[in-house]
């Protein structure tokens, strides 16, 4: 069992570049979510789904944009990547939104935006 | 919104029984007080979850008074493995993703 599988690992983007970061689930979870973690900052939600065809917004929404086509893929695009988006991004899912539900982690993509 | 505060990092030698508080002050009626560790370069996991009183589980207890303004996580007889970043998160027990807070955490150094 795969759990969560996010790609790529690591990354090094130009200023300026689309940049997608891929999320897949096969655990048929309905909520997905993407944080990003910065040294001092903690970990930020991004974006999330509480199911498919549905989207919302985190704390740090602005630059990034999420779709949810299907329940297994939550893809995170980056239209015109930015220095300050440089991070740690990890991908998660849950049975259900919200967090009293327990959330389960991909092991993160490293971003590097010059 | 619940937001939560915690110490920034703590040590603590093995063997030891270690005590994270967590304050959330503002927590709501339908908020459940819910824990996560991690690991160097990985992405955090479930430890526990609890409403009030004490819950336990294999891996840990966590200590919440009736007013449920705050949060102990309590680790007994740390290793060396423990060390890690402990977070809280505070949120309502209800469908909704965007009041998810995880903050900053504690960061926990067992030494040996």
């Known amino acids: 069992i795969a759990g969560i599988t996010q790609a790529p690992t690591s990354q090094i983007l130009a200023a300026g570049r689309r940049m997608t970061l891929r999320c897949t689930q096969d655990?048929?979870?309905?909520?997905m979510y993407w944080y990003r973690q910065d040294l001092g900052l903690g970990l930020r939600l991004i974006h999330y789904?509480?199911?498919?065809?549905?989207?919302g917004k985190g704390e740090v929404p602005d630059g990034y944009s999420v779709s949810r086509a299907n329940t297994d893929d939550f893809p995170l695009t980056l239209a015109s990547a930015v220095p300050s988006q440089t991070s740690v991004y990890f991908c998660?899912?849950?049975?259900?939104?919200?967090?009293?539900?327990?959330?389960?982690f991909g092991p993160g993509t490293r971003l590097t935006v010059l | 919104l619940a937001k939560t505060t915690q110490p920034i990092s703590m040590d603590s030698y093995e063997g030891q029984e270690v005590n994270i508080t967590c304050s959330h002050n503002?927590?709501?009626?339908?908020?459940?007080i819910t824990w996560y560790q991690q690991f160097p370069s990985q992405g955090p996991r479930f430890i526990i979850q609890?409403?009030?009183t004490k819950v336990t589980n294999e891996v840990a207890s966590l200590f919440i008074p009736a007013d449920r303004k705050s949060s102990t996580l309590s680790l007994p007889r740390v290793s060396l493995s423990d060390t890690a970043v402990y977070y809280c998160l505070v949120g309502k027990g209800q469908t909704g993703a965007n009041n998810l807070f995880f903050g900053t955490g504690t960061r926990l150094t067992v030494i040996p």
């Open positions: 503002n927590i709501a009626t339908n908020d459940y």
């Open positions: 998660a899912s849950s049975d259900k939104g919200g967090p009293n539900n327990e959330q389960f």
């Open positions: 609890g409403y009030k």
């Open positions: 789904s509480n199911t498919a065809g549905t989207t």
């Open positions: 655990m048929r979870h309905n909520a």
